[in-house]
C-alpha cells in the first residue's frame, strides 16, 4: 500500500514536529515563530510493504493580504486535494479562529480524516481542550481522533497504523 498523507493545521500546532518525529529524523524546521515552513514538505515512510508519502503544509492562515500568506495559503489549500489520508493536528490546550478555518477546508476533504489532538504530554490543563473534543467530533462525524504527542512520540504508532489502514 502507497500513499499521500497530508498533515493540516494551523501554525504552531505541531505539524513540523509531528513529521519530524515519525520520520526519526530532522526534516521540517520547528519553532515557536510561527511560519518557519513556507514549503510543502515531504518525508517518505516505508515499513514493510507500506509506504507512506507525508506532506507537512505551511499552514493555512487566516491574513490572506501578504503575499507569503498567500502563497501559504496556496500550497495548503494544494496539499488538501489528492490526498488519500488528511490528519488534521489540533493543539489540545488552544482553539483559535484560524483552527476554525481549517476546519471548515477539513470538512470539504472527501477522503478519511484523522484529528490528532497534540500536546497532550501537558498533563496540567488536562481539561481545557475536552469540552470542544466532543463538538470537534460532531463536526467531523467520520474523524477518528487521536490525542498525541508530537513532541514525546506518544501514540505515534496508533497513528501511523490508522494512517496505514486508510491508505
Ligand atoms: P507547526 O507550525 O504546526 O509546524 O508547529 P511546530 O512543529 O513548529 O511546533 C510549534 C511549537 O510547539 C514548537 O515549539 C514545538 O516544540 C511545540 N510542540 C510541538 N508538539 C508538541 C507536543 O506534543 N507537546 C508540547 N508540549 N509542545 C509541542
Ligand atoms: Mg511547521
Not at 10 to 37: C, D, M
Not at 51 to 73: C, E, F, S, W
Not at 110 to 132: C, F, I, Q, S
Not at 138 to 144: G, I, M, S, T, Y
Request: positive net charge.
Amino acid at each position: 500500500r502507497c500513499g499521500y498523507v497530508a498533515i493540516v493545521g494551523r501554525p504552531n500546532v505541531g505539524k513540523s514536529t509531528l513529521l519530524n518525529h515519525i520520520l526519526g529524523q530532522k526534516l521540517a524546521i520547528t519553532s515557536r515563530k510561527p511560519q518557519t515552513t513556507r514549503h510543502n514538505m515531504l518525508g517518505i515512510k516505508t515499513e514493510g510493504n507500506v509506504q507512506a508519502i507525508y506532506v507537512d503544509t505551511p499552514g493555512l492562515h487566516k491574513q490572506n493580504d501578504k503575499a507569503l500568506n498567500r502563497y501559504m495559503n496556496k500550497n495548503a489549500a494544494a496539499a488538501l486535494k489528492d490526498v488519500d489520508v488528511v490528519i488534521f493536528v489540533v493543539d489540545r490546550t488552544r482553539w483559535t479562529e484560524e483552527d476554525q478555518m481549517v476546519l471548515e477546508r477539513v470538512q470539504f476533504v472527501r477522503g478519511p480524516v484523522l484529528v490528532a489532538v497534540n500536546k497532550a504530554d501537558r498533563l496540567d490543563d488536562k481539561t481545557e481542550m475536552l469540552p470542544h473534543l466532543e463538538w470537534l467530533a460532531q463536526q467531523l462525524p467520520n474523524a477518528e481522533i487521536v490525542p498525541i504527542s508530537a513532541l514525546q512520540g506518544k501514540n505515534l504508532d496508533l497513528l501511523e497504523k490508522l494512517v496505514a489502514e486508510r491508505l
